[in-house]
């Protein structure tokens, strides 16, 4: 299984970005049926949780990404994505994607003021 990010970049403050994630190596009833979610982790600070999902299931976000961030995944494609929106400072951090108990390299997300 190989997850590969992309989508990330430098914003402002305010401003959207979406994140992607392929995955490869898997059949597309797999990829359904595994838990599905984006890891963070910000200069001096410990990884975090973003956003987890379970197909059939609610979705959960942190709250410091409730009404911004929007996970979604493409069961034809085996893709995800996180669509990010009014970004803040805070958000910026190294983005993961993962996939059951697989992971990908991660993308840079940079939010200036």
């Known amino acids: 299984v190989q997850l590969v990010e992309s989508g990330g970049g430098t914003v402002h403050v305010g401003d959207s970005l979406r994140l992607s994630c392929t995955c490869t190596?898997?059949?597309?009833?797999?990829?359904?049926?595994?838990?599905v979610g984006w890891d963070r982790r910000a200069p001096g600070k410990e990884r975090e949780m973003v956003a987890t999902?379970?197909?059939?299931?609610?979705?959960w976000y942190v709250g410091s990404v409730k009404g911004r961030f929007t996970l979604s995944r493409d069961d034809v494609r085996n893709t995800l994505y996180l669509q990010m929106n009014n970004l803040t400072s805070e958000d910026t951090a190294l983005y993961f994607c993962?996939?059951?108990?697989?992971w990908g390299q991660g993308t840079q997300v940079t939010v200036s003021a």
């Open positions: 190596g898997m059949s597309g009833f797999v990829f359904t049926q595994q838990r």
């Open positions: 993962s996939l059951g108990t697989s």
């Open positions: 999902n379970v197909i059939g299931s609610e979705t």
